[in-house]
């Protein structure tokens, strides 16, 4: 049964730094692509950042430059490094994984992601 736990969220001002970790377990392949995903109230689930098993990155366009994904295979850890955060940053933050080296289609398409965390919250205060 595969896990996926995240960590680190918590309220900052505007301007701030946070770094979110999701750690994965009980999978049998080590090729995972992961990805990001926030939920404000009253919106839609949307996708952040991905990284596939070959470290290869995507962001949506209004986290570029200032988010950063990465992953620590041997610590079967993913991370994102969240700089300059703004108010609408505000959200749960869910990790969430595939099985296999590279997306298939879309890594933002929420209804086709495997497996989810329990999400962590991110607040930004202005």
């Known amino acids: ?6 960590s680190g969220g918590g309220s ?3 301007g701030g730094s946070l770094r979110l970790s999701c750690i994965i377990s009980g999978h049998k392949t080590p090729h995972y692509c992961m990805a990001w ?7 839609q689930r ?3 950042a991905s990284i596939d098993s070959n470290g290869d990155t995507k ?14 295979n041997g610590n079967n850890t993913l991370y994102l490094q969240m700089n300059s955060l703004k108010p609408e ?3 749960m933050y869910y990790c969430a994984a595939d099985p296999g080296r590279v997306w298939f289609g879309s890594p933002f398409i929420v209804a086709t992601r495997n497996y989810w965390g329990q999400g ?5 205060s202005s």
Do not use: M, N, W
């Open 120 to 124: 962590t919250q991110v607040t930004v």
């Open 46 to 48: 949307e996708g952040v």
């Open 37 to 43: 995903f926030r939920q404000a109230p009253g919106k």
């Open 59 to 72: 962001y949506v366009e209004s986290v570029k430059g200032r988010f950063t994904i990465s992953k620590d």
């Open 89 to 91: 940053d505000t959200g």
């Open 12 to 14: 900052v001002q505007a």
């Open 1 to 6: 049964q595969v896990q996926l736990v995240e």
